[in-house]
């Protein structure tokens, strides 16, 4: 089964949606991480936190659907 996985990197979570090749939601998972403030008017994010954010909710997806990695076709990132 060829699938789409997309990746949405938010400025407060994480998240990853499966769709078949319908279009139809597989699963979804969404993971918020920590915005840092070190001044007024400022945020920042930890780049580690990120990336492991967004590995935690691939995983998450994949395992919800019962889904192996190599039936994924397309990954798009936003």
Do not use: C, Y
Request: glycine share 6%; aromatic share 6%; charged share 25%.
């Amino acid at each position: 089964m060829s699938l789409i996985l997309a990746l949405d990197q938010g400025t407060t979570s994480s998240r990853a949606i499966l769709f078949d090749r319908d279009g139809n939601i597989r699963s979804v998972a969404q993971k918020e991480f920590e915005q840092l403030f070190p001044q007024a008017g400022w945020v920042e994010h930890d780049p580690d936190e990120i990336w492991s954010s967004q590995i935690a909710v691939v995983t998450e997806a994949l395992s919800r659907a019962d889904v192996r990695p190599q039936e994924v076709a397309v990954i798009g990132i936003t």
